[in-house]
DNA sequence: GCCATTTAAGTGCAATCTGCATATAGTGTC
DNA sequence: GACACTATATGCAGATTGCACTTAAATGGC
């Protein structure tokens, strides 16, 4: 599976990937290769290579997820994630966050509703 | 009401930020430091002033929101931003988008409840 | 053997984004 | 005048990102 760049459509925002990268190393250890396959077949676009393999050290560095490397099948040697405690936590507390923006946005969204828009051009033109 | 920092708690993402500002301009018209407070008041602390004025601008430049200046009330002058019909299509999609990037982190937690972990180290756990 | 391709991880560089501190400017209060 | 509050913005350093490129091990075709 080379990288083609066919299919950019749904670019996921960094702290998206980093929940997803969590998501996928639950109850499983993966490599960078892998997972970057992984996200392209649930329809996120080939992610970039270089974002990605620098994301997963930087998740490493903040002790999200830990690392060995794996030289044992055939190829490159590949370096295996998996989830550490803390990262555990973060990909809980990711839904519970998502859950609050959501019902956030939900609530700010009907702030106004019914209340007169004292900058609203659409109304009767003042001006 | 100064900006005094005292609540920096739930950090919003950045592409969350821009869905609430999005949010909280449906049906209303705002500047800069009431949205700041609203944000504030909604539990997420202080927002850096200048990242917050950076993004709204960049908003605009991108079509999600426009501005015009309001000298009419006293105090300095105010850049009141409003939806454009991008944003507020931006804003719909964000809800969709959320719940897909749910689903599939759900997903995702699944694919391996299951199957042996060729990697597992809860046999020799270290760390 | 030689060469292209696939797998796998990574770096260099420019552009962008972010946080912190600071600047600028209008108004009101003492 | 000194000070506080409102309101927007900028300078700079450090972090993040996308794009292009590099390194390296193995496979398949000739």
């Not at 080939?46 to 990605?52: E, H």
């Amino acid at each position: 599976m080379a990288e083609d760049n066919e299919t950019p459509s749904t670019k996921i925002p960094s702290e998206m990937l980093r929940a997803h990268l969590l998501a996928l190393l639950k109850n499983w250890s993966g490599y960078g290769y892998e997972l970057a396959n992984k996200l392209e077949e649930a329809g996120y676009g080939r992610y970039n290579s270089g974002t990605l393999y620098r994301t997963l050290r930087q998740m490493e560095k903040t002790g999200l997820i830990s690392s060995m490397w794996d030289t044992s099948t055939d190829g490159p040697a590949r370096r295996i994630y998996s989830l550490t405690n803390t990262g555990s936590l973060f990909l809980n507390n990711w839904f519970t966050l998502l859950d609050m923006h959501k019902a956030t946005l939900n609530r700010f969204m009907k702030i106004a509703e019914n209340v007169a828009d004292p900058y609203d051009k659409s109304s009767s033109d003042k001006e």
